[in-house]
């Protein structure tokens, strides 16, 4: 059972552009929902990171917009730039969980044509 | 800061040799170290999770005695490959998680591409 689903799974965007990636989650106990960015070869990166408590998270080019009632969370890439093409994770972590494990989903591809 | 490191970042061993995989937190402590497998264009699969000075809790299928995992300090832990054979080539990467912060972040290493010839 997939505990977060992200979709899409590719996503093609022209420079310029904004690219959005969306999940979904049905676990009430997740309090906290990273996104991470990964160059092929290479670990993934924290990007930006909510909790539940507010509905938006902006940093610089990256917003997480995030809906509590529909247990859905977004990225937002604004001014989408070639060097932003990488693969995409959300995550969330349960409050109730001492090690902290996060639940991925399964990951989109970004590709942003220059 | 939040900077993970692994090591080696790439090896290349003969089928039946043990391979071992170390993950350092280098500017910050770890109390939990997570190893994760990685296949080519799939996302993170959560092998085991490790606390520093207790045994590791593996996931369901598994191998403990295959995959190793010892987190000797709250900056290090090390994933032995036991008897590597062709299929447990893969991408491997650890994840350390900042005790120090509120939000308890998980930083990952760049990985290590095993390949068992």
């Known amino acids: 059972q997939q505990q977060v689903k992200q979709s899409p799974q590719s996503l093609i965007v022209q420079k310029g552009g904004i690219s959005i990636i969306n999940c979904a989650y049905e676990?009430?106990?997740?309090?906290?929902f990273p996104w991470y960015q990964q160059f092929p070869g290479k670990g993934p990166a924290l990007l930006i990171a909510?909790?539940?408590?507010?509905s938006e998270k902006k940093e610089g080019r990256f917003t997480i917009s995030f809906n509590k009632s529909a247990k859905q969370f977004s990225l937002h890439i604004m001014d989408s730039q070639p060097g932003d093409s990488a693969t995409y994770f959300c995550?969330?972590?349960?409050?109730?969980?001492?090690?902290?494990?996060?639940?991925f989903g399964r990951g989109t591809q970004l590709t942003v044509w220059p | 800061g939040a900077v993970v490191s692994q090591h080696p970042s790439r090896v290349i061993c003969k089928s039946g040799t043990s391979v071992k995989i170390e993950c350092r937190s280098l500017?910050?402590?770890?109390?939990?170290m997570f190893w994760y497998r990685q296949f080519p264009k799939k996302s993170l699969m959560l092998m085991a999770t490790?606390?520093?000075?207790?045994?590791?809790?593996?996931e369901q299928g598994v191998e403990k005695d295959k995959f190793l995992i010892n987190h000797a300090s709250l900056t290090l832990s090390t994933l032995t490959v036991t008897s590597a054979h062709p299929e447990d080539s893969s991408f491997y990467i650890c994840?350390?998680?900042?005790?120090?912060?509120?939000?308890?972040?998980?930083?990952f290493g760049p990985g290590t591409r095993l390949t068992v010839l």
């Open positions: 995550a969330a972590r349960n409050r109730g969980s001492t090690l902290g494990r996060l639940y």
């Open positions: 994840s350390a998680r900042m005790a120090q912060s509120s939000y308890n972040e998980q930083f």
């Open positions: 500017d910050f402590q770890a109390t939990t």
């Open positions: 909510i909790r539940p408590d507010v």
């Open positions: 490790s606390n520093e000075g207790s045994k590791a809790t593996y």
């Open positions: 676990n009430t106990a997740f309090d906290y």
